[in-house]
């Protein structure tokens, strides 16, 4: 088993997917915390849906960088939808259903209608599942990566004591002159960021799982938020990792893996928080 | 020399109005308590004294050098703390995100949390779980937090609000040792029977408006009404 992984490792692309999958997990995992408490787990489920709109629009426009496209309108939806959280006339999570599902069909639509591909159904289900996309990365794409994951590390270093105070109480941070509505757009951009690039890694639609599951597992078992925050971006980078290894070896698919591997160390954490009380 | 002052202030949200010519002063070192039925604007009240809200008319003024973000804030507990994680000390230590603009905390930001969490009587559960505490506890940490962020003026929203009648004596207790240390209080309270016991000022508003010291209160037809209503209970 391990020469046969060994052997793996010798092509540039396999080393690339576990570099990137290895990030993405850490991202995505940090922010996760924060989502979760503030009662936001869906906005990453919605958020995901919205670039798949947007990659059918950028397939269709046959860019070169399909970031320049996906990037920006995820970030702008990710903006609206925690503007919509406070007090408009649609609450939020009908917004976040309704943005979800209108951006999943329409980008269906337009890839059924306008594709050049062959194989449509097939570019679909690669971009919903990420069935093969982290294994064909491009160098600039991992650099992309690299780049945008050591930022998203370096803010929520920077900004953990004020991202744990607006979390913990908006109104209490508020009242004594700290700027929550910045932080709030700021968790918002990142979010998207951290979507955007973890599409690549398990598809669309099993985006949400890399940002909860981490989170709730250790919530299980964790009483302070330091641990919390901790254990969770390790929780996330162990499973990313046993979750790729399994899937290089067994040949399964890289995204269902991956939260396969997180669903049953989620049922672990939950066994030892029951056990510990 | 008061500290806050109000004039002709209207309180509401968007353009709707729910108190008028709302009149009074607080001065450096008084117990202000705020009473009326529920639906009446004290909360609303309370946020436009933490700049949370504007009014809708009138103006609220600061004397002597205070702001708003001067103040420390006890607001009442959210659906998001109920199974929050994080230690006492993680809380208490965020209050002095009030001080100063820096990202990280310094030696002297910890110590004043400890010697606030002292003061409290919640330094032994520094390291124990926020959401395991009990209802009472909660609140001395939430206190502790917002000493942390002032050492002027307290503004506390129904503060014993959920809990039993032995913890809520020992609350309103601790609350008036703060007074008696110097520091203003301006607290929210159902219970007119604790204002009347505690504050030395009152305001009350709903259909109409009394503002005055306890004395007077007890003597006008708002307080005497209100008074004996929580009497016969």
């Given at each position: 088993?391990?020469?046969?992984?060994?052997?793996?490792?010798?092509?540039?692309?396999?080393?690339?997917?576990?570099?990137?999958?290895?990030?993405?997990?850490?991202?995505?995992?940090?922010?996760?915390?924060?989502?979760?408490?503030?009662?936001?787990?869906?906005?990453?489920?919605?958020?995901?849906?919205?670039?798949?709109?947007?990659?059918a629009?950028?397939?269709?426009?046959?860019?070169?960088?399909?970031?320049?496209?996906?990037?920006?309108?995820?970030?702008?939806?990710?903006?609206?939808?925690?503007?919509?959280?406070?007090n408009?006339?649609?609450?939020?999570?009908?917004?976040?259903a309704?943005i979800?599902?209108?951006?999943?069909?329409?980008?269906?639509?337009?890839?059924?209608?306008?594709?050049?591909?062959?194989?449509?159904?097939?570019?679909?289900c690669s971009?919903?599942?990420?069935?093969?996309?982290?294994?064909?990365?491009?160098?600039?794409?991992?650099?992309?990566?690299?780049?945008?994951?050591?930022?998203?590390?370096f803010?929520?270093v920077?900004f953990?004591?004020?991202?744990?105070?607006?979390?913990?109480?908006?109104?209490?941070?508020?009242?004594?002159?700290t700027?929550?509505?910045?932080y709030?757009?700021?968790?918002?951009?990142?979010?998207?960021i951290?979507?955007?690039?973890?599409?690549?890694?398990?598809?669309?639609?099993?985006?949400s799982?890399?940002?909860?599951?981490?989170?709730?597992?250790?919530?299980?078992?964790?009483?302070?938020?330091?641990?919390?925050t901790?254990?969770?971006a390790?929780?996330?980078?162990?499973?990313?990792?046993?979750?790729?290894?399994?899937?290089?070896?067994?040949?399964?698919?890289?995204?269902?893996?991956?939260?396969?591997?997180?669903?049953?160390?989620?049922?672990i954490?939950a066994?030892?928080?029951a056990?510990?009380? | 020399?008061?500290?806050?002052?109000?004039?002709d202030?209207?309180?509401?949200?968007?353009?709707?109005?729910?108190?008028?010519n709302?009149?009074?002063?607080?001065?450096?070192?008084?117990?202000?308590?705020?009473?009326?039925?529920?639906?009446?604007?004290?909360s609303?009240?309370?946020?436009?004294?933490?700049?949370l809200?504007?009014?809708v008319?009138?103006?609220?003024?600061?004397?002597?050098?205070?702001?708003?973000?001067?103040?420390g804030?006890?607001?009442?507990?959210?659906?998001?703390?109920?199974?929050?994680?994080?230690?006492?000390?993680?809380?208490?230590?965020?209050?002095?995100?009030?001080?100063?603009?820096?990202?990280?905390?310094?030696q002297e930001?910890?110590?004043l949390?400890?010697?606030n969490?002292?003061?409290?009587?919640?330094?032994?559960l520094?390291?124990?779980?926020?959401?395991?505490?009990?209802?009472?506890?909660?609140?001395?940490?939430?206190?502790?937090?917002?000493?942390?962020?002032?050492g002027?003026?307290?503004?506390?929203?129904?503060p014993?609000?959920?809990?039993?009648?032995?913890?809520?004596?020992?609350?309103?207790?601790?609350?008036?040792?703060?007074?008696?240390?110097?520091?203003?209080?301006i607290?929210?309270?159902?219970?007119?029977?604790?204002?009347i016991?505690?504050?030395?000022?009152?305001?009350?508003?709903?259909?109409?408006?009394?503002?005055?010291?306890?004395?007077?209160?007890?003597?006008?037809?708002?307080?005497?009404?209100?008074?004996?209503?929580?009497?016969?209970?």
């Open positions: 088993m391990l020469d046969k992984i060994f052997l793996y490792m010798q092509y540039p692309f396999v080393r690339y997917a576990l570099i990137v999958g290895v990030l993405i997990a850490l991202c995505s995992s940090l922010l996760g915390v924060t989502l979760v408490l503030k009662r936001f787990s869906f906005i990453g489920d919605g958020l995901s849906h919205v670039a798949f709109g947007a990659m629009i950028a397939t269709v426009l046959n860019l070169s960088n399909n970031m320049l496209i996906i990037m920006p309108v995820t970030i702008i939806c990710a903006v609206l939808l925690l503007r919509t959280g406070q408009t006339k649609i609450k939020g999570d009908a917004a976040i309704m979800s599902v209108a951006a999943l069909a329409f980008g269906y639509l337009i890839m059924n209608v306008f594709s050049t591909s062959a194989n449509v159904s097939g570019d679909v971009t919903l599942f990420g069935s093969t996309s982290i294994l064909t990365l491009s160098k600039v794409e991992v650099y992309l990566c690299i780049i945008l994951s050591v930022a998203v590390v803010i929520f920077l953990y004591n004020r991202i744990f105070a607006v979390t913990f109480d908006e109104n209490f941070s508020r009242a004594v002159g700027n929550a509505d910045g709030n757009l700021l968790v918002a951009v990142v979010i998207a951290i979507i955007v690039l973890a599409m690549n890694l398990v598809g669309s639609l099993l985006i799982a890399l940002v909860i599951f981490p989170a709730l597992s250790a919530m299980r078992i964790f009483k302070s938020f330091k641990s919390v901790v254990f969770s390790v929780f996330s980078v162990t499973c990313a990792l046993l979750g790729m290894m399994i899937s290089i070896l067994m040949g399964t698919p890289v995204g269902s893996t991956i939260v396969a591997v997180d669903v049953a160390a989620f049922a954490c066994l030892v928080g056990v510990a009380k | 020399m008061p500290l806050i002052k109000a004039v202030l209207s309180l509401g949200y968007d353009s709707h109005t729910i108190v008028e709302l009149y009074f002063s607080v001065e450096a070192g008084e117990y202000l308590c705020i009473v009326g039925e529920n639906g009446s604007g004290k609303t009240l309370l946020k436009t004294l933490l700049g809200n504007s009014p008319g009138g103006s609220i003024e600061f004397f002597e050098g205070l702001t708003n973000k001067e103040i804030y006890l607001p009442q507990q959210t659906l998001v703390q109920r199974d929050f994680p994080a230690t006492v000390a993680e809380i208490v230590l965020s209050g002095n995100q009030a001080r100063h603009r820096r990202f990280f905390y310094s930001d910890r110590e949390a400890g010697s969490m002292k003061k409290m009587g919640i330094y032994d520094k390291d124990r779980c926020y959401r395991e505490l009990s209802g009472g506890q909660q609140q001395r940490v939430l206190l502790a937090r917002a000493l942390c962020a002032t002027r003026v307290l503004v506390l929203d129904e014993v609000s959920g809990l039993d009648p032995k913890v809520t004596m020992q609350m309103y207790d601790l609350i008036l040792n703060l007074n008696k240390e110097g520091i203003t209080i607290m929210i309270s159902h219970d007119v029977n604790a204002a016991k505690y504050a030395d000022h009152i305001l009350h508003i709903g259909d109409s408006i009394f503002f005055g010291t306890k004395d007077e209160y007890l003597k006008s037809k708002e307080g005497s009404i209100f008074v004996s209503d929580s009497l016969d209970r």
